[in-house]
């Protein structure tokens, strides 16, 4: 093991100091979920017909029902249709009355929304009609702003470290968040969204690896899917919350305004012992060690800082050597594999909230609960099944419940909302899993850069989601098909991945195999719970744990 794992093990695996360290962490993963999914909510399903007050001007005693019976043409059931409107004319009133309009056309002047009461992104912006597809459009600028955050903060992490990175990207975050109550066009909407989409990803990808780099083997799952949990009660809370705010400017200040309140992070956040080791910053690397063991009431050996300081070089590392390098390309190519498919069914389950025939809030409510079990019962699958059958299970579960709901007939909604509650349920469980996996997976020096490459990956899959729901008007099952589908082969090839169960997290790429491999490696010469690990050119022994 190298120094800074000795060294860790003397701080404690999980003392007051990481206790409070995830504490820090549930804190902002509470808002994330307002920002994944608040647009559901402020795009309610109102009816809407023309604007047709052109004929006030020739019969301004009319009444609504007249003035619509003149104005607008009816469908096959009887009801005025929505998206269009009978041509204006100059003639007077009674002529209107007496020979009737004829000529249709678009909807020229706006709509009118007879039972909306509060304003909604749908009454404010016209998101109806030919505007429709701009709801399912912006959703994919937000996950093209997540795109872009893994693809710009991942490696800047790696760069300049995991707290100032999670620092401006709370910032961006409450700042755009807030932006965005206030915003006077949609497209203008839709680049702000980008933006908190980008901070999104930066603050969860660098909680990931703070959670991973501090905390010890047996425990880290519990660690990083703790707050993975929060983000499941934050679920829960937007659907109070849009439930109690219609308001859609409203909701969103009510949404990003605390985090502001997180500012505070800049006096008690802490960099990763980790990071700094392998950026040869080792006297920091002392001090920030030095004080989680004073706050875990422990004590470091001083000869293992000396080791530290003769031992540790700086280390680079490329984000290439994530392709370049034969132990990481497989490792590399399955998990942005696993990650996309992923990404592709929790989103489209998600995002087709408002589709499956039940109350959206009460659906929402049940999709933020059932994520609950689901990420607290990964805990104990990655530690009884291993990281590798947990992964592709799940997997394979979510996208084998999606393929059952396409022979599902409509009218059957809680036959649907109830397979799609276990499809999120699985798909929640399987995400969960492979932000712990993928950390153990990369070496400290490139994690941050291989977990935004898969993060990147989740990304493309987020930015297709909403575009594939645009398919249904060719045929209902065709969207949950496609999101069917595709888990079930990432579940599949998922089985090819090496197992990290129990293995140490290598620091550097210099070796010819990730912490996995030598873990499965040393398995085999495994006695009485004793591993040897190998990590850079020594091989050392610890303890393999399989509990809590």
Not at 339 to 353: Q, R
Not at 445 to 462: D, E, K
Request: net charge neutral; with cysteine.
């Amino acid at each position: 093991m190298s120094g800074i794992g000795e060294i860790l093990k003397a701080v404690g695996d999980f003392g007051t100091f990481q206790k409070r360290l995830v504490l820090f962490s549930m804190l902002p993963c509470l808002n994330l979920a307002f920002h994944q999914f608040c647009q559901l909510f402020m795009v309610p399903n109102l009816p809407h017909y023309c604007n047709t007050s052109w004929i006030r001007a020739v019969g301004p005693n009319l009444t609504e029902e007249e003035q619509l019976n003149l104005t607008l043409p009816r469908d096959a059931d009887g009801a005025y249709e929505q998206c269009s409107m009978y041509s204006p004319v100059d003639w007077d009133l009674g002529s209107i009355v007496a020979y009737g309009l004829n000529a249709t056309e678009k909807c020229s002047s706006g709509w009118v929304y007879p039972s909306a009461q509060q304003p909604s992104l749908l009454t404010e912006f016209d998101l109806v009609c030919d505007r429709k597809d701009l709801n399912d459009i912006s959703q994919s600028v937000y996950m093209l702003g997540l795109f872009l955050g893994a693809m710009i903060f991942g490696p800047l992490s790696d760069r300049i470290g995991r707290r100032p990175v999670l620092l401006i990207s709370i910032f961006l975050q409450g700042l755009f968040g807030v932006g965005i109550a206030f915003v006077p066009h949609f497209y203008v909407y839709m680049a702000f969204r980008c933006v908190v989409g980008a901070s999104v990803s930066g603050i969860t990808m660098t909680l990931l690896a703070l959670a991973t780099e501090w905390v010890g083997v047996s425990y880290r799952p519990r660690a990083v899917l703790i707050t993975h949990c929060c983000f499941a009660i934050g679920q829960m809370i937007l659907a109070g919350l849009s439930y109690g705010i219609r308001n859609w400017r409203l909701l969103e200040i009510a949404g990003s305004a605390p985090m502001f309140a997180l500012f505070f992070f800049v006096w008690v956040l802490p960099e990763s012992a980790r990071w700094l080791v392998t950026k040869g910053k080792i006297e920091e690397a002392k001090k920030v060690l030095q004080k989680a063991a004073s706050i875990n009431k422990r004590t470091i050996p001083p000869g293992l800082l000396e080791q530290l300081k003769c031992e540790t070089q700086a280390k680079s590392g490329s984000f290439l050597d994530l392709l370049r390098k034969k132990h990481l390309r497989k490792v590399t190519l399955i998990m942005s594999c696993a990650w996309f498919v992923n990404s592709l069914v929790y989103y489209g389950l998600s995002l087709n909230v408002t589709n499956f025939g039940l109350d959206i809030y009460l659906t929402q409510l049940a999709f933020g609960a059932v994520e609950i079990p689901g990420r607290v019962g990964c805990i104990f699958l990655l530690q009884w099944f291993g990281r590798r059958k947990s992964q592709a299970g799940t997997l394979l579960l979510s996208g084998l419940v999606c393929l059952i709901i396409t022979g599902i007939p409509e009218d059957q909604p809680v036959a649907i909302t109830v397979l799609a509650t276990i499809g999120k349920f699985a798909a929640s469980a399987s995400f969960s899993s492979a932000y712990v996996y993928s950390a153990e997976l990369f070496p400290t020096i490139i994690r941050q850069s291989g977990v935004g490459l898969c993060s990147m990956a989740a990304r493309v899959a987020g930015i297709i989601a909403p575009l594939i729901r645009l398919l249904e008007q060719y045929h209902r099952a065709v969207p949950m098909a496609v999101f069917g589908s595709a888990p079930v082969l990432g579940g599949l090839l998922c089985f090819l991945l090496p197992e990290t169960r129990g293995a140490e997290l290598v620091d550097d790429t210099r070796g010819g195999h990730t912490a996995a491999e030598a873990c499965e490696n040393a398995n085999s010469s495994s006695e009485n719970g004793q591993v040897k690990v190998k990590d850079g050119d020594q091989d050392n022994e610890y303890t393999k744990t399989t509990y809590f």
